[in-house]
């Protein structure tokens, strides 16, 4: 079998050229198709956390939150990246820093 192999090599044509390179560009338009349909779901995933996340805000006025709740609605991702950064973070960001730690407890003074 493997004393034919050069002789199978010289029978490539340009047809069979052409079937590799198709097969090349299906395997790739698959790949590309795969990647962009993920993307769009955690696009999606995200767009709807961050409509929860937004209908759920504890110490957001009402109105504030109807305008972000619209915003995010007809901006669809760009909308959810936008509420993330100019209210999810910040607030996230106070949070965090009005967070009250008890103070360590006393060292025993050595006599």
Do not use: K
Not at 15 to 40: E, M, Q, R, S
Not at 41 to 65: G, H, K, T
Not at 76 to 103: D, E, K, N
Request: hydrophobic share 55%; charged share 10%.
């Amino acid at each position: 079998m493997l004393s034919q192999l050069p002789i199978l090599a010289q029978f490539a044509g340009p047809a069979d050229t052409a079937v590799g390179v198709g097969l090349g560009l299906g395997i790739g338009f698959f790949l590309l198709f795969f990647a962009l349909i993920g993307t769009g779901l955690a696009l999606f995933a995200f767009w709807v956390w961050m409509l929860i996340d937004c209908a759920q805000a504890p110490e957001e006025p009402a109105n504030n939150r109807v305008a972000w709740i619209l915003i995010l609605v007809f901006t669809s991702w760009f909308g959810a990246l936008l509420y993330f950064f100019i209210v999810r973070q910040p607030r996230l960001a106070r949070t965090r820093s009005s967070i009250s730690y008890p103070p360590p407890p006393p060292v025993p003074s050595a006599r």
